[in-house]
């Protein structure tokens, strides 16, 4: 039944399209998701330590409404009526306020489904999260210099959940918000919907940058309703989202001082989420596909991450020392119980939840693509990896390096549960893969994408 796809057009249109295939992996996804939810079931039943009430999602059942869902069904009705014809016809600068400023309304109506308090204003104030420590840091220098002796848990000045877990420039950005008197839970709240929605601006950038204007277009409707702004709205993974975003656009920028920039952003976000070691396939494949000084923007950015590691080492903070502490607490809690058996896949459920039912087709068209592009095996190793990256473009190497960087995290075994929030950094990238979709159908995808958020918002009450 599968059936390949011819490559996209300079339009970044498919010529044809074989429904056969996107149904075959249709009703993959919709098999995982309901095997997903119903093992979650029996093993919450036998109490298996999941500790996600609503697994696949760390979640609790509860169909709610709120004041919200009105708004969030209008703007997904706007989006989808009239949002990918508008991203092919509208003037770009134009184009991009309008995205980020709908997907932070489409992002603020999802919360508000929960209501003021517990969508925004107590979304980021219980005792696991990084607002808890926010009051106690009265000398940064010394936060610094002290935050690995404070990662294990079981003794009486450990960090709390969130900030034990990270390096410490995730608690910097919610001191800072402080410093400028924007503290209190409802101010980082909003922080995390206006930042992170910058998503829908950052990736269609690095598209355009890269040579891909017409997909850069097409993909912005995609990242404006995505199902993933549930948990951008409001977690401190909707910010990392961003960061990451906007420091791959700016490697993908002409100039060896874009790329500078765009390194140590990176570098910043490596200080965000151990996790983002897995960035760097990210940032190698936007190298790879720049048209110039390819060598010279890798060694900028290099000199990026490298300076704003060392300014973290001289503060007192080396990288791989609080790794090597995060993994003994990850496995001090919650992640010793939860068995890898069920959420080595079970994570994958949750990816789609995060990412929309469009990212099973929207891929099979991307490998499709890759292979029919693949150039013929002659000329030297580095010539045949340049006709390889060239022949891919960005719509197909982009959401593969995703791809890789997330069954990477998966198979490590250190992303058991949470992961429809974790991987936001990645799945904005896997959605860069929906370039690839005919031009007719986008509409009915970008309807199954909203109707999933609504639908994941109005059951469960998520947890950041």
Request: with cysteine; hydrophobic share 60%.
């Amino acid at each position: 039944m599968t059936s390949t796809t011819a490559p996209p057009t300079a339009s970044g249109r498919t010529p044809t399209r074989r429904r056969p295939g996107d149904l075959l992996v249709l009703g993959v996804e919709a098999t995982l998701l309901a095997a997903a939810v119903l093992v979650g079931a029996v093993l919450n039943a036998r109490d298996a330590g999941l500790h996600a009430d609503a697994a696949p999602l760390y979640a609790t059942w509860g169909p709610h409404v709120g004041w919200g869902s009105p708004a969030a069904v209008l703007v997904a009705v706007a989006v989808v009526a009239w949002g990918a014809r508008w991203a092919r016809t509208a003037r770009w600068g134009l184009l991009l306020v309008a995205a980020w400023l709908t997907a932070v309304a489409w992002t603020l109506s999802l919360a508000l489904v929960d209501g003021w308090s517990a969508g925004l204003a107590e979304r980021l104030t219980p005792q696991a999260e990084y607002l808890h420590e926010v009051p106690r840091i009265t000398d940064i220098p010394a936060m610094l210099a002290g935050f690995t002796d404070r990662i294990a848990d079981f003794q009486p000045d450990s960090w709390s959940t969130h900030t034990a877990g990270h390096p410490p420039g995730a608690l910097l950005i919610f001191v800072w918000l402080d410093r400028i008197g924007l503290g209190g839970g409802a101010a980082a709240a909003l922080a995390c919907v206006l930042v992170g929605a910058t998503v829908a601006v950052s990736v269609p950038v690095t598209l355009r940058a890269l040579g891909a204007a017409d997909a850069a277009r097409a993909v912005i409707p995609f990242l404006v309703l995505l199902p993933g702004a549930v948990w951008v709205g409001a977690s401190a993974d909707g910010i990392f989202a961003a960061v990451v975003a906007a420091g791959l656009a700016l490697l993908a920028v002409r100039g060896r001082a874009t790329a500078a920039a765009g390194g140590a952003l990176l570098g910043f976000a490596l200080h965000l989420s151990y996790g983002f070691l897995l960035v760097g396939v990210l940032a190698l494949a936007v190298l790879a596909l720049r048209r110039t000084h390819r060598w010279g923007a890798l060694l900028a950015a290099g000199a990026g991450v490298a300076a704003v590691t060392a300014a973290f080492v001289a503060a007192g903070f080396p990288w791989w020392v609080g790794y090597q502490l995060v993994v003994e607490r990850y496995y001090q809690g919650w992640a010793a119980d939860r068995p890898y058996g069920y959420w080595v896949w079970a994570n994958l459920a949750a990816l789609l939840l995060s990412a929309g039912p469009v990212l099973g087709p929207a891929l099979r068209r991307v490998l499709s693509t890759a292979r029919s592009r693949w150039p013929a095996p002659q000329g030297s190793l580095p010539s045949r990896v340049d006709a390889a990256v060239r022949a891919a473009g960005p719509t197909v190497l982009l959401p593969l390096a995703a791809l890789v960087a997330v069954l990477g995290a998966d198979l490590s075994g250190l992303s058991k549960a949470e992961v429809e929030r974790i991987w936001l950094p990645f799945i904005v990238w896997l959605l860069v893969a929906a370039a690839h979709l005919p031009t007719g159908s986008r509409r009915w995808w970008l309807a199954a994408q909203a109707a999933t958020a609504l639908a994941v918002n109005h059951l469960v009450w998520t947890v950041s």
